[in-house]
């Protein structure tokens, strides 16, 4: 069989240096590859590193959302993100128009349906309950199967208003319905408490804001990881960054990792203004942030690829596997001195940070704006 493309000495997060054969928008082949097997082969700069394309699981890139949109193009491939879900920005009242707005990006989307069938059309979607139509959700999943990844609820007191728990108790009956599909659930300032919510959440369940600096934090009042995120997470529950304008806390993030507790997925929050304002900026610059909270290089590049498809139920992304999708993102780790500043006005300074060049989506390839720059291939 003839390749279509085969990159050689791809360097991985884990210090391995494997080939990758291309065919078509598929990875055909993984490891040492003879050059003969394909069209066009390159070898990759020593400092280039290759992993599967970065995922970013939560995100707002619905273009017409009258409060949190983006362009998906703008916080993807540019960013060296090859997929980006979008976390409820839209319900069943207009997710087909995202979902023919998606087909036309270069960029995979794909979306968490909010349970509100206005979607983000109000910050408080889930407070009329009218809004929460489940048998117009239940048809917008089955309309779109592919695009419609799972559900999103937004749990803050703002968001809720007099209902409590009632939105998340109506997500958790259309999530059974809809054959066990991811739920990620915002926590925001209570009511609801964060005990009274994740005590709903298991497998399957994604808490996102986890290292939140607000009073309804992971960390009880003696600086510990609640007992019932601990026993959520035993369930199969998993936590998710989002670190959005106002959801990321340093002093938290640093006292859960003290005590193991790892995100399982990095992701941004990301839409136009806290990317072109800060402090989100990218899915890198968050990943950059990680290595100074003390994850290793690998930690990081697994919680943006195999940790996020499998909590996000991506099939064929997130690693370097035949059969898997040809996405790949190329990416050095510079030396440079960045401030990182949390949603909270507190600073840390890093020395290094993840610069992405390239991504390969479908089995194309494109260039970022610091790719462009640099020279990353060379024949």
């Known amino acids: 069989m003839m390749y279509d493309s085969l990159i050689k000495n791809a360097q991985q997060a884990g210090g391995t240096s494997i080939d990758i054969a291309l065919q078509g928008n598929k990875i055909a082949a993984v490891g040492d590859l003879s050059d003969s097997l394909a069209k066009q082969t390159v070898d990759l700069n020593h400092d280039v590193f290759v992993s599967a394309g970065w995922i970013d699981g939560h995100t707002h890139c619905y273009p017409r959302s009258p409060i949190y949109n983006d362009h998906p193009d703008n916080i993807g491939v540019t960013g060296g993100v090859t997929t980006v879900i979008d976390a409820g920005s839209t319900g069943a009242n207009d997710v087909d128009d995202f979902a023919l707005i998606a087909a036309q990006s270069a960029t995979h989307v794909r979306a968490l349906l909010n349970i509100s069938k206005i979607g983000l059309l109000r910050q408080n979607e889930l407070a009329d309950a009218n809004d929460i139509d489940l048998d117009s959700a239940k048809q917008a999943l089955l309309r779109h199967p592919e695009f ?21 108790k109506a997500a958790k009956t259309l999530q059974q319905q809809c054959g066990c599909v991811p739920l990620m659930v915002h926590v925001g300032n209570a009511p609801p408490d964060l005990d009274e919510m994740v005590t709903l959440l298991g497998k399957a369940d994604i808490l996102t804001h986890c290292f939140n600096g607000k009073p309804n934090r992971i960390l009880d009042c003696h600086g510990e990881i609640r007992s019932s995120v601990q026993q959520a997470r035993a369930r199969g529950m998993k936590l998710d960054i989002g670190h959005g304008s106002a959801s990321f806390s340093f002093e938290v993030a640093e006292q859960a990792i003290a005590q193991g507790i790892l995100p399982d997925t990095i992701s941004s929050d990301i839409y136009c203004k806290n990317r072109l304002n800060g402090p989100v900026y990218g899915l890198a610059h968050l990943m950059s942030m990680f290595l100074t909270l003390g994850l290793s290089h690998e930690q990081v590049i ?34 440079a001195s960045v401030n990182y500043i949390d949603t909270h006005h507190q600073h840390r300074i890093g020395q290094q940070r993840f610069t992405p060049l390239a991504v390969i989506i479908d089995g194309k390839l494109v260039l970022t704006e610091q790719g462009q720059q640099h020279y990353v291939f060379h024949s």
């Open 148 to 168: 419609v990844v799972g559900l999103k609820a937004r749990m803050s007191g703002s968001v809720v208003g007099h209902n409590g728990l009632m939105p998340l």
């Open 302 to 335: 697994e919680r943006v690829t195999r940790q996020a498809a499998r909590a996000l139920c991506l099939p064929k992304k997130g690693e370097l596997i035949a059969g898997y999708d040809a996405d790949l993102t190329f990416y050095t780790i510079n030396k």
